[in-house]
């Protein structure tokens, strides 16, 4: 079992449906981090978080330590949102080592 | 500031050849990695560098090496290449000061063993 799973695998929207990627983790973390990473492009780092709840434009990613899992939310998606959304965490006692989901692929129509 | 730049973007390689991917960053970071990213998998770190002079290895170090002489340059040497290597590696960088650092990935190089 990976230590981090994201779900669903393949997301497809239509634009302006507000969208909910998930991240369940099964180890102790530091922060969690949530990427973009658009078809054939780079890798861009969103939020980084270890509580609570961080809001960038219509991005919105929460964290419930407790129940070790996360949420990244879009709302009023657009075809520009289209990419793979991965989670990735701090965990065993690291600040700087990462443990990746398999990421999650969105496709927003227009 | 360029971030963190990658070369060759793309290679084609035949087995038994060897390569150089080369990985630059002008941020003054100090932590560095090498990731290879598979299809349907997540990101695994090959060797990672918390320094210059400092390398450490990942996950799936095997057939890899990598050296850190300065503080901006990481190259990750590829010795024998093999099918199972055909991947598409990203180079990042991090501050490596305080906690929980964000790392910024380069565009990415992808390589195709025959």
């Known amino acids: 079992k990976n230590e981090v799973e994201q779900s669903p695998q393949n997301l497809t929207a239509q634009e302006g449906e507000f969208i909910t990627i998930n991240c369940s983790y099964s180890v102790g973390i530091s922060a969690l981090h949530w990427l973009q990473q658009h078809p054939g492009g780079g890798i861009v780092s969103l939020f980084m978080l270890s509580s609570g709840k961080k809001k960038h434009g219509r991005l919105i990613a929460t964290i419930n330590i407790q129940e070790k899992h996360s949420s990244l939310h879009i709302t009023a998606s657009h075809p520009r949102d289209s990419a793979v959304y991965i989670c990735?965490?701090?965990?065993?006692?690291?600040?700087?080592?990462?443990?990746f989901g398999k990421g999650t692929l969105l496709t927003v129509n227009p | 500031n360029a971030g963190v730049t990658q070369t060759p973007k793309f290679r084609i390689l035949k087995i038994g050849q060897s390569m150089t991917l080369q990985c630059t960053q002008d941020?003054?970071?100090?932590?560095m990695y090498w990731y290879r990213q598979d299809p349907g998998m997540g990101l695994k770190l090959i060797y990672y560098?918390?320094?210059?002079?400092?390398?450490d290895k990942g996950e799936v170090p095997n057939g890899y090496n990598v050296s850190r002489s300065t503080t901006e340059d990481f190259p990750l040497r590829l010795e024998l290449a093999a099918p199972s290597q055909t991947s598409v590696y990203f180079c990042?960088?991090?501050?490596?000061?305080?906690?929980?650092?964000?790392?910024?990935f380069g565009p990415g190089t992808r390589l195709t063993v025959l």
């Open positions: 990735a965490v701090n965990s065993g006692g690291s600040n700087y080592k990462l443990t």
């Open positions: 990042a960088s991090s501050p490596g000061q305080g906690h929980y650092n964000e790392q910024f």
């Open positions: 941020m003054n970071h100090n932590y």
């Open positions: 560098s918390v320094g210059a002079g400092i390398t």
